[in-house]
């Protein structure tokens, strides 16, 4: 049996997300796999890698052939130049985690500001101007 790691297709739409997966050569690609072994989310900047590297090394070891994309993966993350021997790659892109923002105090905000509005309702000009046009068409007794 021919043994494969390959990529098995999640997500929406226009929102794929991958596992990396070992699987047998002949099923499908989002078919049964024997054991899953990563993931890969590429609509991420930067992209997220995670590799279990000790099973890659493993089912390399025994055999298994990653397809073109999953080797891509792993000559990114190190594990096919551990495999071969060779030099270790450049370390990957790491996101940056989010700073929160400040807080309006923080910046030199007013602290006798009480959060209340500054401009004053209009009233309403057709109610008055109605209310003087009646009071002034009233007959004036004499």
Do not use: C
Request: proline letters at 8%; aromatic letters at 6%.
């Amino acid at each position: 049996m021919a043994v494969k790691i390959k990529l098995k297709r999640l997500g929406k739409i226009r929102s794929p997300h991958y596992r990396i997966v070992v699987a047998d050569s002949r099923t499908r690609r989002d078919g049964r796999a024997i054991e899953e072994i990563g993931k890969y989310h590429p609509t991420y900047n930067p992209s997220v890698m995670e590799v279990d590297a000790d099973r890659v090394a493993y089912w390399l070891g025994v055999g298994a052939q990653p397809t073109e994309p999953v080797l891509a993966i792993l000559k990114k993350t190190g594990d096919w130049q551990k495999f071969k021997g060779e030099p270790a790659p450049a370390p990957l892109l790491v996101a940056e985690p989010k700073s929160t923002r400040p807080s309006f105090e923080a910046l030199g905000g007013d602290e006798d500001g009480k959060g209340e509005a500054i401009t004053q309702k209009k009233k309403s000009e057709k109610k008055d101007e109605a209310a003087a046009a009646s009071s002034s068409s009233e007959p004036t007794e004499a």
